[in-house]
């Protein structure tokens, strides 16, 4: 097994989400440089890593003096407005360094980030609602994947197929739908990409994903 590549990784601005952003990012194994302006926040964030600094991003010369350039990625999530949002990404792109993702606190804002050519701007309010609606409409639905057609991953218990073999389902022909994953009925491990030729029972989960439309049309 490849070892996945541990990144280095700053964060600017650490309110709610970019301090859980960072903390998550520590737990998967990465460095995370946290910079903020608030003195309440780096004290914060100074109990979960190992780098925080009070600082004005919106300076070019302090993001090159903390070596910000030298990062994999770089997280912009300011909430102060959306000059300072942009201010600070047109100085990281100065850089000529880190890969960018901003959060936007609004459509607008998140167009005119996309026109700068950061790598993603996130709307989270926004993204969750969306997630919401298709996890209220497809009960089970796992993860939608917007940006590649609406791809929606979701998770279903077998009751009309069983006894039928995945090759006999013909599911990528009949309904653009692919399975990932069975756990079969009474086990506690999935298997990932299972043979064509898996018989189901009533009770095994399924793990599928297809685009979300076709999600309704699925009754196993």
Known sequence: MVARKSLEIGIIGLGKFGLRMAKTLVELGHTVVGIDLSEVRV????E???????????????????????????????????????????????LNGPR???????????????????????????????????????PGMLDLIPKYG??????????????????????????AVMVLGIRPVGKDAFIFVPPARTTLHRGDRLVIA?????MGKIHP
């Open 150 to 175: 609406g791809i929606a991953i979701q998770e279903l218990e077998v009751d009309n197929w069983d006894g039928k073999t995945l090759v006999e389902l013909n599911l990528m022909q009949e309904h």
């Open 100 to 138: 960018i993702w901003v959060k936007a606190s609004n459509e607008e804002h998140r167009k005119i980030l996309e026109r700068l050519h950061v790598d993603r701007a996130i709307v989270p309010e926004m993204e969750a609602a969306v997630m919401a609606a298709h996890q209220l409409t497809h």
């Open 43 to 46: 004290q914060l964030a100074e």
């Open 48 to 94: 979960h890593l190992e780098a925080v600094y009070k600082a004005d991003a919106t300076n070019l010369s302090v993001l090159r003096s903390l070596h910000v350039q030298d990062l994999d990625w770089v997280v912009i999530s300011v909430g102060a407005g959306v000059e300072q949002s942009l201010s600070i990404t047109l100085n990281v792109q100065e």
């Open 210 to 214: 297809g685009r979300s439309a076709s």
